[in-house]
């Protein structure tokens, strides 16, 4: 089917709001004059195993839902990717699973998408929900990024984004854990195809206290996959590698 989406997003420990969560996802698209179907993949990334089976006996019997459980904990950009892999129609939601991203931000999107020849959809957020620290690397990262690529996109970082899963399934991410959004972001522009960019709102998500030392190892890591970046496509452009 043509106008048809497959929601993919990557959960640990996040029972029972994505419970919830999913449902509403669900009850959008069936109720949704210009969806013709709709699907849910969840990757638990080894969760507690009471909040994995909380997850997978909330959806055992509905085919409109698939829980894939991780062997042990991977990082949400594995998890992205092997919930990408799952998608089975036309279109590709990724988002979060911590419900920052109303899905009602589809209602902006899909007139002036699916009515043109663009096979991806970006987006961005005017107002950023986070602390400080996370504020200043995204804001960062987001002018680094645009300048190794050339590129003018408002926000980087933004996770939500709908694209053509044929084109979603072609792509190799490197991202293992905390900058799969950079990574989705660099892989699609790097494919060349039309695209949109569209505001979305977004919405405070469950307060997280992470110790400063975590803090730190996300913003290193930050670093070093931007300068990985750099050099793969560098490199790319020198015909050093594929």
């Given at each position: ?33 210009d969806i013709e179907a709709i699907e849910v993949i969840v990757c638990d ?194 015909r050093v590698i594929f």
């Amino acid at each position: 089917m043509k106008n048809s989406i497959s929601i993919v997003t990557a959960a640990f420990n996040e029972c029972p709001g994505i419970i919830s969560l999913v449902k509403h996802w669900l009850a959008f698209g069936e109720n949704h004059p210009d969806i013709e179907a709709i699907e849910v993949i969840v990757c638990d990334d080894f969760s507690a195993i009471e909040q994995y089976d909380m997850l997978r006996l909330a959806f055992e019997n509905n085919p409109q839902v698939i829980i894939l459980r991780n062997e042990k904990n991977e990082g949400p950009g594995f998890s992205f990717a092997r919930a990408i892999a799952h998608a089975s129609h036309s279109w590709t939601l990724i988002t979060d699973s911590d419900g920052q991203f109303p899905i009602e931000n589809l209602d902006a999107m899909l007139p002036g998408l699916w009515s043109s020849d663009a096979d991806i959809a970006f987006t961005y957020r005017t107002r950023k929900f986070d602390n400080w620290i996370n504020r200043f690397g995204q804001k960062a990262s987001n002018r680094l990024c645009n300048a190794i690529y050339g590129s003018g996109l408002h926000d980087f970082s933004c996770a939500f984004k709908l694209v053509n899963t044929a084109l979603m399934k072609q792509l190799h991410f490197d991202a293992r854990y905390m900058n799969y959004s950079l990574d989705h972001s660099g892989k699609l522009l790097e494919t060349g195809r039309n695209f949109q960019e569209f505001e979305v709102k977004c919405s405070p998500a469950p307060a997280r206290k992470r110790p400063l030392k975590a803090e730190y190892l996300r913003a290193r890591n930050r670093l070093f996959y931007i300068v990985f970046l750099f050099f793969s496509v560098y490199l790319r452009k020198k015909r050093v590698i594929f």
